[in-house]
């Protein structure tokens, strides 16, 4: 049955009505006329890919960019199973007999799935309860008159209700205080499952509550990484993300136990536990309090009884829940961040490049690939143990530069990448090879793209470890082109990447993917099939018929000989047309982001400026005198005109920076020669919110940390770096044996370094660090920096 026939035997399954709520809640969060959105959704519902309805459909949207799109297609996405879920819940209460109009109505205003569980939890369908035996049983009565008349004696009253027990299923009545028990089950689970209740006590624990994590005995060595998590504590609702998910991943792995709590205090120190605040909380919500009435000391053990055994259990649990959600999407956002920037990293262009992949004793695989990436010679060399043939090595090597060209050399950053560095650098000193230069390359991912079924069909003759080495000398060719053949999620600059859902993971990843192929535009004459895969409205089946099409007959002359692929209609032509570029093809408009329904646009610029295209692109002057207002009409609006106009005065212009590389320091090629003081330089391999990562050349990266990152102020590090950035920076601190480097991009100051507690690294944060991967975490007693006046007095108060 499809979801369309479920919603049909749904009586409360009205789409006009939830069209209309999903609308006006995304009009209210995106702070846009709901006409604008309209006008989106139903663009993305016929079809319509982001990347096209941000660059070409911006009279229909209002100009909405890319990332309110994306936002809008989270959240559309949302709300449509917030819709579909509450048609469900109602149904459901209905079906029961128990859908007041009161009810109804709280239900259709609610905009929180959490919420709408919250009202759905005391009708939801479930096992028998004692709650449940006890009303059978006749109890329900008892436990309304002690509720509602706290005078009464609760075992008199009890007394009333004792009765043969009928059967061993049944609830226990045959004593006054087994009807007590019963009376305390009917209104703990009252209590538990009421929405007026359980919302403010969840949002209280969440405000309140620590995250407390501890060592399970006997795991000290099998748990060495997560030894800042051994004795931590920290505020529930002030967790960061990378912390909170390092805790987690401990509880996972059975190296920890997490739970939430109050924080401990000092020895000696007499404090209320957090069981005791919860149920004078609870008190208070439910309006009773003890004045000595005769049921009070019952009902005050009942409302302990209710958090005990009813609350405490399945808050913490749902805010467990709600903290890794939370965690895993700014983790996401991380990956997607850095992704995005890894992807859009300077390309090196149309050089010949060779791509070392380094290896000790299965020695470095070396490929030549020419300046269209096409692999020209391949060889393995073996400079180190057993074999130590440095002269052969560099004989092969010198003999490759000369043969092909060579003019860049790409090392990846693996397993003695430093050591093949110096043997590239000792190349470098006597090649006969002029601009000849070297640079290390992630080689993330590299591995997953030589086993793939990809490279098979790429390089079948080809051994699966000589493939690796032809990723990493692309890469540097043109990184997005690269790259797009490696599952995202492969290519390493995410923390926690396997931890967090992957379902959302791969959405968002994906999205990022597409959105940087269609920023920066594809060579549809040269483009693999993976990389037009990505191009708005192509699948990869379109992808592989466009390739075949192009080995059959030839280079595309046009973007119009694109309608001649087996399977591309008018639709994916209209998507993917303006994202597919054309050098020296028929028309020179082809190798631009000018989309052909614009080409009778640039007809009436053309006739405006008395040039014929060849003399106008790229003309800036001419095109400057031009007023977009003249060529406003029906067809084309004020949007088109003046994007048409910024292309071709800058005709298919690359979003990306320009290439250079890193000067790494001579001679430092290991942790243990690093030393506090030292100046370097580095590339940004990863990037978090609280610091970034940079690459030395001594096969670990180190960390600024954010308080290190300028003489102000930084939020998120994300403010200054982005990852594939060159950074100038300063050792500060050397730990060997933990391998972690310290490093700063602020100026030296002597005094504020004396000032450092030994192992700190912020002046305002706690110490971060780098765990399972790119990532921090926080010891609970890590000295406090002197700077922050505040949290020192709160660390010596502690003490004392």
Known sequence: MTAADTASQNPYANPQAAARRVLQALSAELQLPAQQIQSAIELMDGGATVPFIARYRKEVTGGMSDDHLRTLE?????????????????????????????????????????????????????????????????????????????????????????????????????????????????????????????????????????????????????????RDYFDYAEPLDKVPSHRA??????????VLDARIDLPPMPEGTVAPTLAALAEGRLAVLLGWSHQGRAADDWLRRAIQWTWKVKLSLTLERELLSRLREQSEAVAIDVFGANLRDLLLAAPAGPKVVMGLDPGIRTGVKVAVVDATGKLLDTATVYPFEPRRDVQGALATLAALVQRHGVQLISIGNGTASRETDLLAAELLRNANQPGLTKLTVSEA???????????????????VSLRGAVSIARRVQDPLAELVKIDPKSIGVGQYQHDVNQTALSRKLDAIVEDCVNAVGVDLNTASAPLLARVAGLSARIAEQIVLHRDQTGAFANREALKTVRGLGDKTFEQAAGFLRINGGDNPLDRTGVHPESYP?????????????????????????????????????????????????????????????????????????????????????????????????????????????????????????KTGDIVKVRVVEVDVARKRIALSMRPADPARDAARPQGGQGQSRPRERQEGGRTGSHRAGAAPSPQNTAMAAAFAKLKR
């Open 74 to 226: 989270e959240r559309l996405l949302y709300l449509r199973e917030l819709e579909d879920r509450r048609a469900v819940v109602l149904q459901s209460i209905a079906e029961q007999g128990k859908l007041t109009p009161e009810l109804q109505a709280a239900i259709s205003a609610t905009g929180q799935k959490q919420e709408l569980e919250d009202l759905y939890l005391p009708y939801k369908p479930r096992r028998v309860t004692r709650a449940q035996k006890a009303r059978e049983a006749g109890l329900e009565p008892l436990a309304d008159l002690l509720w509602l008349q706290p005078q009464t004696d609760p075992l008199q009253a009890a007394a009333g209700f004792v009765r043969p027990q009928d059967s061993t299923e049944a609830a226990d009545t045959s004593t006054p205080q087994s009807c007590l028990d019963g009376a305390r089950d009917i209104l703990s689970e009252r209590w538990a499952e009421a929405p007026a209740v359980v919302a403010p006590m969840r949002e209280w624990l969440w405000q309140t509550g620590h995250l407390i994590s501890q060592l399970r005995a006997g795991k000290e060595q099998e748990g060495a990484k997560f």
């Open 245 to 254: 998910l390092a805790v987690l991943r401990g509880r996972a792995q059975e």
């Open 445 to 463: 991912g590299a591995s997953v793209y030589s086993a793939s079924s990809l490279a098979s069909r790429e390089f079948p003759d080809l051994d």
């Open 601 to 721: 646009l640039v007809e009436k610029v053309l006739a405006a400026a008395g040039q014929p295209i060849s003399l106008l692109m790229g003309n800036r002057d001419t095109l400057q005198r031009l007023r977009p207002e003249q060529f406003v009409d029906d067809r084309f609006g004020a949007f088109t005109v003046r994007d048409v106009l910024a292309e071709l005065e800058k005709p298919g212009r690359d979003p990306r920076p320009e290439f250079r590389t890193a000067k790494l320091l001579v001679g430092v090629h290991d942790i243990k020669q690093l030393e506090a003081g030292m100046q370097l330089e580095g590339t940004v391999t990863n990037v978090t919110a609280f610091g970034a990562f940079v690459d030395l050349g001594v096969h670990q990266d180190g960390l600024v940390h954010v308080s290190q990152m300028a003489q102000r102020f930084v939020n998120d590090a994300r403010e200054v770096v």
